[in-house]
Every structure is written in structure tokens, then in C-alpha cells.
């Protein structure tokens, strides 16, 4: 309950800033804008279903109120992970692209990016959702359906942002280095300049590396166990997929 208390009141704030200060209308705080919204949905209808469900088994239950769950779920994690992927593909035409940064990413691009998002999470969680229900009238285990369930809607959903996400902050954190060593070359005339340099360089790798480390920390096992949970012959503890999700939460 903390934990859902802390969400909603820390994107509120986000959502309200963005609102309120005219200086924050721009293109990449639309993105954290609706980003927000997302993870203040998360707070708001995730977090009170998770807390209702943790100990009705619903990873095995095929009830309506798992099925909702499940959706809202998927709808606003994906979402969630989506907007990562934009903010990422923002900062990289800020920092490789300076020049042309405000041609490719402006306000009509930004609802593009946002529209999709949405958009497609929908249409991942819907179809995840469907393949599930279809799995359980067949009687039998559908190949095609478990496909959709537990493989092809979680790498759109996560393993293909992922990867995506991690070469552009690679490409990024590249583009910074470079840049880094240009003005440390042209710029730095004492040592002491050189240092700070290099010091705010190194700052700013252990800055990315602890961002995407702790996404990658969080997120990874829940999804790793859910793809691989319908192959295997031994069942895992429901406590376990619980403290996974909440760990993703």
C-alpha cells in the first residue's frame, strides 16, 4: 500500500509540474508527461489488483478477474517500457543529432510516439489475453496460442525494447564519450580541467549503467519465468511468480 501511495503521489507530481510551469511544454517532457500518466495508472489499478489477487492463485485461475488483471497489467507495463523506448530515441537525437534534434523530434512526432505506445500495448495485452482464453477452450495445449501468450506478445512487450534500448544508450553513451575526449582535447589547458572531465565522464557511465542495470535487475526474471513456465514440466511456486511481479512492480 506504501508502495502504491509513493507511485501516485510521486507521477502526480510529475503530471501537475508539466502541466503547471509553462517552461516544462516541450517536446521530450510530453513523453515523461504521458509516462506518468502511465505509471500513475499502474499505482492507481495495478497495484490494488495485485494486492487483491497476490494469494488467489491467479497465475493458475482462469477467472474474469485474472483475465482483467492480467490486462491492465500488461497494458500499462508494456506502455510503461514503450515510453522508455522514446525517451531513449529522444535523447539520442539530442546527443548524437544536436543539430537536427528539433526537426526530427518535435510536438507532432511526440504524439505519433505516444499514440503507438498506447496503442500497441493495447493491442499486445489484447491479444495476449485472447491467446490465453483460446488456449484454455482448446482442451489441449495450441501451440499457436502459447506462442502468442508467453513468447511473441512478451518479446514485443519486452525483450525486443530491451534491446533496442540498450544499443541506443550504447550508441549514446559513445557519442558522450567521444564528445568528452574532443572537449578534454581542445578545451583543457591544466590538469586540473582535465580531470573534471574525465571525472564527469566517468559519473555519467556509472549513471547509466546503474539506471539500466536496476531496470534490467527488476524486470528481467519476472519475464524470463513467465516465457519459460509454459515449456516446463515442473510447476513454479506461485509465491515466487508473486514476489517476481511485485519485484517488476
Known sequence: MLLSVITICGNFVVIISVFYFQQLHTPTNYLILSLAVA??????????????????SCLYDEGLF???RGSFDITLSTTSILHLNCIAIDRYYAVCQPLTYR???NHCIVVIMIVVCWGGSAVIAISITIAGLNNVKCGEMCLIDVLIANNVGFIFSFYLPVIIMLCIYLKIFLAAKKQARSIQNTTCQSKKSGATVSKNERKASKTLAIILGVFLLCWTPYFLCITVLPFSNDSVPVPVIETLKWLAL
Open 39 to 56: 505509471d500513475l495508472l499502474v499505482g492507481i489499478i495495478v497495484f490494488p489488483f495485485s494486492m487483491a489477487f497476490s494469494y488467489s
Open 66 to 68: 485474472c483475465k482483467v
Open 103 to 105: 526537426t526530427k523530434i
